[in-house]
DNA sequence: CCTGGCACTCTGCGCGTGCGAGTGCCAGCA
DNA sequence: TGCTGGCACTCGCACGCGCAGAGTGCCAGG
């Protein structure tokens, strides 16, 4: 175990690294704070962080940076989450008060976090798999062909376009729509199928093949994970990343464009609470030199998505966890009024 | 008027900039092209050239490269198209047959356009303005609470929520949905005002307002420039850019997350044809360093909204003006399909 | 267990040099 | 008049050198 002053020492190092960049020493350590000991005393200190692998210098004779290890123990034992100041919240407030659906709700939240943070942004469109439905609707737009639309709790609007194996009346079509919302509307996601499940029955023997396919249909729309989009913002943020960026810029912005990859990584993130991944705590190697700080988000006590930053690992971790938090906050307060 | 000799030198030193990224010098211009001349007269070419501004050189005794202007002259006068191939167009369509909606159909286009070209790619989404209704929905969510629901031919849903000045009846609501449709439906947006401004006389006093209250949300959707909307990808491309580019990829990324810029740029591009903007000719000071490459697409023989590309002005041009032409040529056949 | 002192190591930077690519110009030739 | 070969000149760039400065590890003393 770390005495008490080693671990002061490891703050030290890991708040004077972030704000100036460069790695930090003995000497320049004891100026800027009051440790109450001399640097040769530091010196053995960093030593011991070294041989513990919290810190590391990149060089012989350099001073020192912080390893993953030493930043995680930094988020988990050293700091705590700084709030945000009061007139930045009622900034935030008002800034999303002003947005008018929920595609500019996400676009708004993507630029707010960006701004505050200084990083990459990341904002996941509530999911469909935790919403409950609020509505579906059937459109005929040809004697065979109908339009899905469905309607969620979060205002997304998911369409998709049926193809019937039979011509379908428009008395079929509206007895189809009002049983199904009597069945489905307000209920969850998961639990529709089971809900549907004989719906097909209460129909004529012709309809039977259009009603199964329209059923399918809305069941796809409803598990197709690869449905859950995501907005990025804050990209120009990458190029505060470093000195020697162009190496370190360009399998960011990869990892980025593959939605995929993110949306893997804030799924694998706890529903409830912060989760701070650092360095190579995080599986995809484009983003093994960053740490992405996320959050859920959600209208009621529930998170129906998340979002979160992606920056150096080299971050001000206090500060992004507070902008990171208060933001989700606001959202979920957002999309509970809407 | 410059000779033919000297068009080709001036092509020929485009091209060779462009693959190589080096300032090209005569002696290597005389081995790589067959101009059957000595290095001595294109010297003397080159010294003509630059007096009439299509190409400098960075430092003195160092090749030449070209200017803004020779881009131009080489665009207009000196390169045509390069057809994609036959496996390259089956490979386009392949891919864009794939999309299930909307949403996939311009996500799929970025990200081909971004892979053909190996630049970042611009996409926007169909133009509401130009567009026709299929289907105005009203859903009733509450006594006093609609959601409107516009769908339109290219198959892009746009929805809003209404809060009503009175409760609104299901019949009522009923009967505005008909008579709207009836009115709207297959009209090109810019005709819907005229056609509906006489619609809440038709209703009881009472319904009057929220009638009023619908329509003009209904309208306001309509003009709603600003829910233009576009996807962008490949930015990953800019590491790319040039060797000194921490300062050159800045600016640029930060004009991509502003979609009003790229909004303009596209608006200001002709209508039909291609469009090729290099340098300095765009406005917007964080692109002087790139050219844009843009053209319309659209389901029939009009144009309904914009795609194209961002990217170096030392840039392969036929190709690239190949690749996006196709793209554009072939989303076009999806929508209209849709 | 802390401290001051000391010798050591290594990086970054400024400077001077040489090389090579490329140019401009000129005189000669078709 | 236009093309060519030759020649002197100009820079930019890569390389090597040496120096200063920051930082370290270790040791002996309090």
Redesign the interface.
């Known amino acids: 175990m770390l005495s008490e002053r080693r671990l002061q020492v490891l703050r030290a190092i890991v708040q004077d690294y972030v704000g100036t960049e460069e790695p930090v020493g003995s000497k320049a350590l004891t100026e800027r704070h009051s440790l109450g000991v001399s640097p040769a005393t530091v010196r053995n200190d960093m030593a011991a962080l070294e041989d513990e692998g919290y810190i590391a210098q990149p060089h012989t004779s350099a001073g020192r940076i912080p390893t993953d290890k030493g930043y995680r123990l930094f988020v988990d034992k050293l700091a705590g989450v700084k709030p945000m100041s009061a007139p930045e919240r009622r900034a935030i407030q008002n800034f999303l008060d002003g947005a008018?659906?929920l595609?500019d709700v996400v676009a708004r939240t993507v630029r707010l976090l960006a701004q505050l943070t200084r990083q990459v942004a990341v904002v996941q469109y509530p999911s469909l798999t935790r919403s409950t439905v609020?509505?579906v609707?059937l459109?005929s737009?040809a004697p065979a062909r109908v339009?899905l639309?469905l309607?969620t709790d979060t205002?997304r609007?998911e369409?998709?376009?049926v193809d019937c194996p039979a011509p379908f009346g428009e008395a079929s079509l509206a007895d189809l729509r009002a049983r199904l919302n009597s069945r489905v509307a307000g209920r969850r996601f998961t639990d529709v199928p089971r809900l549907v499940e004989d719906l097909p029955e209460a129909f004529e023997i012709e309809d039977r093949g259009t009603v199964t396919t329209v059923l399918s249909t809305l069941l796809e729309t409803l598990v197709e994970e690869n449905e859950e989009?995501l907005m990025i913002?804050?990209?120009?943020n990458?190029?505060r990343f470093g000195h020697d960026?162009?190496l370190t810029?360009?399998p960011v912005?990869?990892a980025?464009?593959e939605q995929v990859v993110l949306l893997k990584l804030l799924g694998e993130a706890k529903d409830s609470g912060m989760t701070v991944r650092i360095g190579h705590e995080i599986a995809h190697e484009g983003l093994n030199s960053t740490s992405v700080v996320s959050v859920g988000y959600g209208s009621g006590g529930e998170a129906v998505a998340k979002l979160g930053v992606v920056g150096p690992t080299r971050m001000d971790y206090p500060g992004t966890m507070g902008a990171v938090r208060a933001v989700a906050r606001y959202v979920g307060q957002i999309l509970a009024e809407?």
Chains 1, 2 share one sequence.
């Open positions: 008018v659906d595609d609020r509505h609707e459109l737009l339009m639309v309607i205002g609007v369409q998709r376009m989009r913002g804050g990209t120009a990458l190029t960026f162009p810029i360009r912005l990869e980025l464009e809407s």
